[in-house]
Protein backbone atom coordinates (compact mmCIF):
# COMPACT_ATOMS: atom_id res chain seq x y z
CA UNK A 1 0.00 0.00 0.00
CA UNK A 2 1.13 3.51 -0.85
CA UNK A 3 0.51 6.32 1.43
CA UNK A 4 0.88 9.81 0.12
CA UNK A 5 0.80 12.78 2.69
CA UNK A 6 -0.12 16.19 2.46
CA UNK A 7 1.42 18.68 4.84
CA UNK A 8 0.46 22.40 5.80
CA UNK A 9 3.24 21.93 7.55
CA UNK A 10 2.20 22.89 10.87
CA UNK A 11 3.20 20.37 13.98
CA UNK A 12 0.05 19.93 14.56
CA UNK A 13 -1.41 18.41 11.53
CA UNK A 14 1.55 16.89 10.50
CA UNK A 15 2.17 14.84 13.76
CA UNK A 16 -1.35 13.44 13.43
CA UNK A 17 -0.92 12.46 9.93
CA UNK A 18 2.78 11.05 10.90
CA UNK A 19 1.40 8.77 13.79
CA UNK A 20 -0.93 7.29 11.52
CA UNK A 21 1.92 6.24 8.69
CA UNK A 22 4.21 5.11 11.34
CA UNK A 23 1.39 2.58 12.88
CA UNK A 24 1.15 1.49 9.21
CA UNK A 25 4.52 -0.26 8.69
CA UNK A 26 3.34 -2.19 5.53
CA UNK A 27 3.20 0.87 3.66
CA UNK A 28 5.04 3.18 1.38
CA UNK A 29 4.83 7.17 2.27
CA UNK A 30 5.70 10.11 0.02
CA UNK A 31 5.38 13.27 1.90
CA UNK A 32 3.92 16.46 0.06
CA UNK A 33 4.28 19.87 1.42
CA UNK A 34 1.73 21.77 0.25
CA UNK A 35 2.57 25.69 -0.58
CA UNK A 36 -0.49 28.43 -2.28
CA UNK A 37 0.70 30.94 -4.56
CA UNK A 38 -1.65 33.36 -1.98
CA UNK A 39 -3.62 32.30 0.67
CA UNK A 40 -6.99 34.38 -0.93
CA UNK A 41 -6.44 31.02 -3.61
CA UNK A 42 -6.46 28.59 -0.92
CA UNK A 43 -9.44 29.93 0.36
CA UNK A 44 -11.12 30.26 -3.06
CA UNK A 45 -10.05 26.66 -3.91
CA UNK A 46 -11.96 24.87 -0.49
CA UNK A 47 -15.19 27.10 -1.52
CA UNK A 48 -14.94 25.55 -5.00
CA UNK A 49 -14.52 22.13 -3.53
CA UNK A 50 -16.92 22.54 -0.77
CA UNK A 51 -19.67 23.10 -3.80
CA UNK A 52 -18.14 20.74 -6.61
CA UNK A 53 -16.35 18.43 -4.85
CA UNK A 54 -19.01 15.76 -5.22
CA UNK A 55 -18.88 15.73 -9.06
CA UNK A 56 -17.12 14.35 -11.53
CA UNK A 57 -14.38 17.08 -12.72
CA UNK A 58 -12.39 17.28 -16.02
CA UNK A 59 -8.80 16.09 -15.51
CA UNK A 60 -8.36 19.69 -17.68
CA UNK A 61 -9.92 21.57 -15.20
CA UNK A 62 -8.33 19.63 -12.46
CA UNK A 63 -4.81 20.73 -13.35
CA UNK A 64 -5.88 24.15 -14.42
CA UNK A 65 -7.01 24.32 -10.67
CA UNK A 66 -4.22 23.01 -8.90
CA UNK A 67 -2.25 24.94 -11.34
CA UNK A 68 -3.41 28.48 -10.78
CA UNK A 69 -3.92 27.97 -6.66
CA UNK A 70 -0.15 26.13 -6.02
CA UNK A 71 3.70 27.54 -6.16
CA UNK A 72 4.68 26.10 -9.40
CA UNK A 73 7.33 23.29 -7.46
CA UNK A 74 4.36 22.27 -5.68
CA UNK A 75 2.50 21.90 -8.70
CA UNK A 76 5.16 19.90 -10.22
CA UNK A 77 5.59 17.42 -7.53
CA UNK A 78 2.19 16.93 -6.91
CA UNK A 79 2.36 16.08 -10.83
CA UNK A 80 5.17 13.30 -10.55
CA UNK A 81 2.56 11.32 -7.90
CA UNK A 82 1.15 7.65 -9.13
CA UNK A 83 0.31 4.52 -8.43
CA UNK A 84 -1.12 6.03 -4.92
CA UNK A 85 -3.16 3.75 -2.54
CA UNK A 86 -4.04 6.43 -0.32
CA UNK A 87 -4.10 10.47 -0.34
CA UNK A 88 -3.98 11.40 3.29
CA UNK A 89 -4.44 14.76 4.76
CA UNK A 90 -4.82 17.39 8.20
CA UNK A 91 -6.04 20.26 8.13
CA UNK A 92 -8.69 22.74 6.11
CA UNK A 93 -6.14 24.02 3.87
CA UNK A 94 -5.09 20.85 2.50
CA UNK A 95 -7.98 19.29 1.91
CA UNK A 96 -9.09 20.30 -1.10
CA UNK A 97 -5.96 19.42 -3.01
CA UNK A 98 -6.69 16.10 -0.91
CA UNK A 99 -9.66 15.78 -3.10
CA UNK A 100 -8.75 16.87 -6.52
CA UNK A 101 -5.68 14.55 -6.74
CA UNK A 102 -7.73 11.37 -5.64
CA UNK A 103 -10.13 12.50 -8.21
CA UNK A 104 -7.19 12.43 -11.10
CA UNK A 105 -5.59 9.40 -9.50
CA UNK A 106 -8.43 7.51 -9.10
CA UNK A 107 -7.53 6.46 -5.26
CA UNK A 108 -8.78 6.35 -1.81
CA UNK A 109 -9.00 10.34 0.22
CA UNK A 110 -8.86 10.26 4.26
CA UNK A 111 -8.63 13.53 6.67
CA UNK A 112 -8.47 13.48 9.72
CA UNK A 113 -10.64 16.24 11.76
CA UNK A 114 -13.20 18.19 9.71
CA UNK A 115 -11.63 20.71 7.11
CA UNK A 116 -13.60 23.96 6.80
CA UNK A 117 -15.67 24.74 4.85
CA UNK A 118 -14.89 21.57 2.78
CA UNK A 119 -16.32 19.56 4.91
CA UNK A 120 -15.86 15.29 5.10
CA UNK A 121 -19.00 14.53 2.79
CA UNK A 122 -17.10 14.15 -0.12
CA UNK A 123 -13.84 11.95 1.67
CA UNK A 124 -13.90 8.02 1.22
CA UNK A 125 -12.60 8.40 5.53
CA UNK A 126 -12.57 11.29 7.90
CA UNK A 127 -11.17 10.14 10.94
CA UNK A 128 -12.76 12.65 13.32
CA UNK A 129 -12.60 13.09 17.68
CA UNK A 130 -15.20 13.52 19.50
CA UNK A 131 -15.67 17.12 19.38
CA UNK A 132 -16.67 16.72 15.60
CA UNK A 133 -19.09 13.79 16.17
CA UNK A 134 -22.27 16.26 16.16
CA UNK A 135 -22.05 17.35 13.22
CA UNK A 136 -21.24 13.83 11.53
CA UNK A 137 -24.19 12.43 12.63
CA UNK A 138 -25.70 9.84 10.10
CA UNK A 139 -22.08 9.68 7.99
CA UNK A 140 -21.21 6.47 7.21
CA UNK A 141 -17.55 7.21 6.01
CA UNK A 142 -16.42 8.45 9.45
CA UNK A 143 -14.04 6.84 12.10
CA UNK A 144 -14.34 8.04 15.07
CA UNK A 145 -11.54 8.50 17.83
CA UNK A 146 -11.96 9.68 21.47
CA UNK A 147 -9.12 12.65 20.71
CA UNK A 148 -6.24 12.80 17.37
CA UNK A 149 -4.09 10.35 16.10
CA UNK A 150 -0.11 10.94 16.99
CA UNK A 151 3.20 9.50 17.52
CA UNK A 152 3.16 9.03 20.97
CA UNK A 153 2.86 5.12 22.34
CA UNK A 154 3.84 4.08 25.77
CA UNK A 155 5.99 1.48 24.52
CA UNK A 156 8.43 3.74 22.50
CA UNK A 157 8.30 6.66 25.04
CA UNK A 158 9.67 3.57 27.74
CA UNK A 159 12.58 2.73 25.47
CA UNK A 160 13.48 6.29 24.56
CA UNK A 161 13.27 6.89 28.26
CA UNK A 162 16.20 4.38 29.11
CA UNK A 163 17.94 5.57 26.73
CA UNK A 164 18.02 9.63 27.71
CA UNK A 165 18.50 8.62 30.97
CA UNK A 166 22.27 7.12 30.49
CA UNK A 167 22.62 10.22 27.84
CA UNK A 168 21.78 12.88 30.42
CA UNK A 169 22.81 10.84 33.73
CA UNK A 170 19.69 12.32 35.72
CA UNK A 171 19.62 11.40 38.80
CA UNK A 172 17.06 8.66 40.13
CA UNK A 173 13.75 10.57 41.35
CA UNK A 174 10.29 11.11 39.59
CA UNK A 175 9.99 13.72 37.43
CA UNK A 176 6.72 15.70 36.35
CA UNK A 177 6.60 17.05 32.68
CA UNK A 178 4.89 20.44 32.41
CA UNK A 179 3.81 21.65 28.48
CA UNK A 180 2.68 24.98 28.35
CA UNK A 181 0.38 25.81 25.12
CA UNK A 182 -0.85 29.57 25.03
CA UNK A 183 -3.68 31.34 24.17
CA UNK A 184 -7.07 30.91 21.69
CA UNK A 185 -10.48 32.71 22.18
CA UNK A 186 -11.54 30.77 24.93
CA UNK A 187 -8.47 30.83 27.03
CA UNK A 188 -4.77 32.00 28.02
CA UNK A 189 -1.93 31.80 30.53
CA UNK A 190 -1.25 35.13 32.18
CA UNK A 191 1.88 36.33 33.61
CA UNK A 192 -0.02 35.88 37.03
CA UNK A 193 -0.24 32.42 36.12
CA UNK A 194 2.76 32.11 35.68
CA UNK A 195 3.99 33.14 38.55
CA UNK A 196 1.40 30.84 40.60
CA UNK A 197 2.74 28.23 38.34
CA UNK A 198 6.49 29.18 39.53
CA UNK A 199 5.56 28.81 43.46
CA UNK A 200 3.67 25.57 42.82
CA UNK A 201 6.70 24.11 41.03
CA UNK A 202 9.22 25.06 44.11
CA UNK A 203 6.95 23.88 46.59
CA UNK A 204 6.71 20.58 45.58
CA UNK A 205 9.96 20.32 44.50
CA UNK A 206 10.71 21.27 48.07
CA UNK A 207 8.33 18.59 49.67
CA UNK A 208 9.25 15.76 47.41
CA UNK A 209 12.15 14.09 45.70
CA UNK A 210 11.15 15.45 42.30
CA UNK A 211 12.46 17.35 39.23
CA UNK A 212 10.40 19.63 36.86
CA UNK A 213 10.94 19.15 33.04
CA UNK A 214 9.37 22.10 30.84
CA UNK A 215 8.46 23.24 27.49
CA UNK A 216 6.57 25.99 25.93
CA UNK A 217 5.06 26.35 22.68
CA UNK A 218 4.75 29.10 19.81
CA UNK A 219 1.18 29.92 21.11
CA UNK A 220 2.78 30.38 24.44
CA UNK A 221 2.62 34.40 24.94
CA UNK A 222 6.57 35.38 24.87
CA UNK A 223 6.30 37.34 28.01
CA UNK A 224 5.15 34.07 29.86
CA UNK A 225 8.00 31.90 28.23
CA UNK A 226 10.72 34.60 29.49
CA UNK A 227 9.43 34.55 32.85
CA UNK A 228 9.25 30.84 33.37
CA UNK A 229 12.49 30.73 31.77
CA UNK A 230 13.64 33.20 34.01
CA UNK A 231 12.77 31.40 37.23
CA UNK A 232 11.99 27.34 36.70
CA UNK A 233 14.93 27.42 33.60
CA UNK A 234 17.90 28.20 35.99
CA UNK A 235 16.94 25.95 38.68
CA UNK A 236 18.71 22.80 39.40
CA UNK A 237 15.53 20.95 39.84
CA UNK A 238 14.53 21.62 36.25
CA UNK A 239 17.62 19.98 33.98
CA UNK A 240 14.90 20.52 30.91
CA UNK A 241 13.35 23.81 29.92
CA UNK A 242 12.73 23.77 26.07
CA UNK A 243 11.41 27.03 24.20
CA UNK A 244 10.34 27.04 20.82
CA UNK A 245 13.50 27.06 18.32
CA UNK A 246 15.93 26.31 21.37
CA UNK A 247 18.86 24.96 20.19
CA UNK A 248 19.06 21.31 21.85
CA UNK A 249 21.53 17.97 21.98
CA UNK A 250 18.06 16.64 21.72
CA UNK A 251 16.35 15.50 18.46
CA UNK A 252 13.10 15.48 19.52
CA UNK A 253 13.16 17.55 22.98
CA UNK A 254 9.57 17.49 23.43
CA UNK A 255 9.18 13.57 23.31
CA UNK A 256 12.15 13.85 25.40
CA UNK A 257 10.00 15.26 28.20
CA UNK A 258 7.46 13.28 27.92
CA UNK A 259 9.15 9.95 27.89
CA UNK A 260 10.99 10.59 31.11
CA UNK A 261 8.47 12.20 32.71
CA UNK A 262 6.57 10.19 35.43
CA UNK A 263 3.34 12.65 35.75
CA UNK A 264 2.54 15.28 32.74
CA UNK A 265 0.87 18.48 33.53
CA UNK A 266 -0.57 19.89 30.31
CA UNK A 267 -2.85 23.68 29.88
CA UNK A 268 -6.38 22.77 28.73
CA UNK A 269 -5.90 25.06 25.81
CA UNK A 270 -3.88 22.40 23.20
CA UNK A 271 -6.11 19.43 22.75
CA UNK A 272 -3.44 18.22 19.92
CA UNK A 273 -0.64 18.75 23.29
CA UNK A 274 -3.48 17.03 25.47
CA UNK A 275 -4.42 13.92 23.02
CA UNK A 276 -0.44 13.72 22.83
CA UNK A 277 0.20 13.31 27.00
CA UNK A 278 -2.91 11.17 26.97
CA UNK A 279 -1.95 8.49 24.63
CA UNK A 280 1.54 8.55 26.83
CA UNK A 281 0.60 5.90 29.52
CA UNK A 282 1.81 8.49 32.14
CA UNK A 283 -0.47 9.99 34.75
CA UNK A 284 -2.18 13.38 33.50
CA UNK A 285 -3.45 16.53 34.89
CA UNK A 286 -4.97 18.64 32.57
CA UNK A 287 -4.76 22.27 33.80
CA UNK A 288 -6.96 25.23 33.28
CA UNK A 289 -6.04 28.50 33.01
CA UNK A 290 -7.15 32.26 33.00
CA UNK A 291 -10.59 32.15 30.81
CA UNK A 292 -11.05 34.92 28.23
CA UNK A 293 -14.58 34.52 27.52
CA UNK A 294 -18.08 32.39 29.44
CA UNK A 295 -17.96 29.94 27.17
CA UNK A 296 -16.60 26.49 27.40
CA UNK A 297 -14.58 25.30 24.80
CA UNK A 298 -16.23 21.86 23.08
CA UNK A 299 -12.62 20.46 24.12
CA UNK A 300 -13.50 20.62 27.70
CA UNK A 301 -16.47 17.93 26.99
CA UNK A 302 -13.59 15.74 25.62
CA UNK A 303 -11.64 16.18 28.77
CA UNK A 304 -14.66 15.48 30.89
CA UNK A 305 -14.90 12.01 28.91
CA UNK A 306 -11.71 11.05 29.28
CA UNK A 307 -11.66 11.91 32.90
CA UNK A 308 -14.62 9.57 33.74
CA UNK A 309 -12.50 7.05 31.88
CA UNK A 310 -9.28 7.59 33.81
CA UNK A 311 -7.47 8.90 31.20
CA UNK A 312 -6.65 12.33 32.63
CA UNK A 313 -7.38 13.95 35.77
CA UNK A 314 -8.47 17.80 35.54
CA UNK A 315 -7.65 20.55 37.84
CA UNK A 316 -7.01 24.36 38.31
CA UNK A 317 -3.96 25.87 39.71
CA UNK A 318 -5.75 26.29 43.14
CA UNK A 319 -5.57 22.21 43.11
CA UNK A 320 -2.65 21.76 41.47
CA UNK A 321 -0.57 20.96 44.30
CA UNK A 322 -3.34 18.62 45.60
CA UNK A 323 -3.71 16.40 42.42
CA UNK A 324 0.46 15.89 42.35
CA UNK A 325 0.20 15.00 45.70
CA UNK A 326 -2.90 12.43 45.13
CA UNK A 327 -1.04 11.08 41.80
CA UNK A 328 1.86 10.34 43.51
CA UNK A 329 0.38 8.87 46.19
CA UNK A 330 -1.60 6.43 43.94
CA UNK A 331 2.06 4.61 43.24
CA UNK A 332 2.28 2.66 39.91
CA UNK A 333 -0.92 2.94 38.36
CA UNK A 334 -0.64 4.58 35.22
CA UNK A 335 -3.70 6.28 33.54
CA UNK A 336 -5.82 4.68 30.64
CA UNK A 337 -3.80 5.57 27.22
CA UNK A 338 -5.95 6.42 24.22
CA UNK A 339 -5.57 4.24 21.40
CA UNK A 340 -6.71 6.70 18.67
CA UNK A 341 -3.81 5.88 16.15
CA UNK A 342 -4.55 2.39 16.20
CA UNK A 343 -8.50 3.22 15.83
CA UNK A 344 -7.29 5.19 12.82
CA UNK A 345 -4.77 3.17 11.08
CA UNK A 346 -7.66 0.17 11.64
CA UNK A 347 -10.11 2.39 10.13
CA UNK A 348 -7.94 3.46 6.90
CA UNK A 349 -7.23 -0.80 6.30
CA UNK A 350 -11.19 -1.61 6.74
CA UNK A 351 -11.55 1.14 4.11
CA UNK A 352 -8.65 -0.51 1.83
CA UNK A 353 -10.26 -3.79 2.65
CA UNK A 354 -13.59 -2.96 0.88
CA UNK A 355 -11.97 -1.23 -2.03
Known amino acids: ????????????????????????????????????????????????????????????????LLQWSLTASTYNAIQNVQDVDVVLSTGSSVAAVNLLLGKTLNTRTVTCRRPSPVGIRHFDLAILPMLSWEKAKGRDNVCKTIGVPNPIAPDTLNILRTQLLQKLNLSDCPRIGVLVGGTDQHETIT????????????????????????TTSRRTPSDVTEYLKSQLGQADWCPLFIAPDTPSELGDPYQAILALSDILIVTADSFSMVCEAASSGRKVIVLS???KSWRQPKRYKVYEYMEQHSIVKRCTLDRLSQQIEEAFASGCDANTPLQDTKKAVDGIRTLMEGN
Open 289 to 291: LSR
Open 191 to 214: IEDAERLDEICKAVTEEMNVQILV
Open 1 to 64: MKVVILSDNKPGHYKQSLGIVEKMTECQREWLEIQFRAKWRDNLLRIFMSIFGGMTLPTTLIRT
